[in-house]
């Protein structure tokens, strides 16, 4: 039997608006994914894995629940949670039954430094979850409210914290127990930026160090004097291609600045001001993606919550020492 004569045009049309369907199903149910983490969680499923200490059939699910249902309803609940999980990569599935991988002994309640149990527990909370449905009553009123977060509770994060004690012990003991293991790797691997450190505010951070003590406060009131700060910052494709651009000095304008004798470089420091330094300069990477997690390219400022900052012409002539910016040069 001859199949039918479609137009191939229109047969490629079609599939991309399948695709295109399909892209966008994927981002409508991709809750699921998040939802079905939180209750694995809460139903301790894997530590019921560690401590059975081999693969876990679905019977052994339903025995270690002790729920007390239909079983075998209760069987197909647990296939259809482990499948939806499986597929995201938490859980193995082998003939013999599911196995915890690297990324489920995070979610372990007894891993030492490593369990961020807390920190799911205080992400999915309410508190924290209902100001994504307001992402668009943001935008429309930006000006008005500094976060999403402050447009559904009437005031920024660590105000409601200071206010709300229950919650602030829950988001508390989500930043302590995220930051073992970031500290640990920081405080191992950065050495030489730590040496000789007498104190250090660790930003979200509550947990002692034997290396270091930690000096407790709030940053957005006041800083507490250190001799460091640091802080734990998160960064996307995007700042790291921003700080390349800044450290990254052009081979040209080496190579164009070697052109000239000493007399003449000396002659364009003049000219210049310190702005011929930058040449020597050797740029911290790190400091300048954590700067720059700051930078508001929308307003062309520094902003550290409700305070902005940015440099004046005259304050950046005086550290450059350029003495051909004048007063007159400054235009509103």
Request: with cysteine; glycine share 4%; net charge negative.
């Amino acid at each position: 039997m001859a199949l039918p004569n479609y137009d191939i045009d229109e047969m490629y049309k079609t599939r991309e608006v399948l695709d295109a369907q399909a892209h966008i199903w994927n981002y409508t149910f991709n809750f699921i994914n998040s939802v079905s983490l939180k209750c694995a969680i809460q139903l301790g499923i894997p530590d019921i894995i560690h401590s059975h200490g081999q693969a876990m059939t679905l019977p052994d699910f339903v025995d270690a629940l002790s729920i007390n249902n239909n079983k075998a309803k209760l069987q197909d609940c647990i296939y259809r949670l482990m499948r939806i999980l499986v597929h995201a990569g938490l859980f193995i599935q082998e003939k013999e039954g599911y196995l915890l991988t690297p990324t489920s002994r995070l979610l372990l309640k007894d891993e030492p430094n490593l369990s961020m149990i807390h920190y799911i527990h205080a992400m999915f909370d309410p508190i924290m979850m209902d100001p994504w449905h307001c992402l668009s009553q943001w935008i429309q009123s930006y000006g008005d409210q500094p976060t999403p977060f402050a447009i559904t509770h009437s005031r920024p994060l660590f105000e409601y914290t200071r206010e709300d004690t229950g919650f602030s012990c829950l988001f508390n003991e989500a930043m302590a127990h995220n930051n073992p293991l970031i500290s640990s790797v920081v405080i191992e691997h950065c050495k030489g930026a730590l040496q000789g450190l007498k104190s250090l505010v660790d930003v979200g951070g509550l947990e002692e160090s034997k290396k270091l003590s930690y000096v407790g406060g709030d940053m957005f009131m006041s800083i507490p004097s250190a001799y460091a700060i640091l802080l734990k910052v998160r960064m996307d494709l995007s700042t790291k291609s921003r700080v390349l651009m800044v450290v990254k000095v052009p081979k040209k304008l080496i190579k164009w600045w070697k052109m000239f004798n000493y007399v003449d470089q000396q002659k364009l420091i003049k000219i210049l001001g310190n702005l011929t330094e930058l040449l020597h300069v050797t740029p911290r990477p790190d400091l300048i993606e954590a700067l720059l997690t700051f930078w508001d390219p929308s307003s062309l400022v520094f902003r550290f919550r409700e305070c902005e900052m940015t440099s004046t012409l005259a304050e950046i002539s005086g550290l450059l020492h350029l003495l051909y910016i004048e007063k007159d040069m400054i235009r509103a």
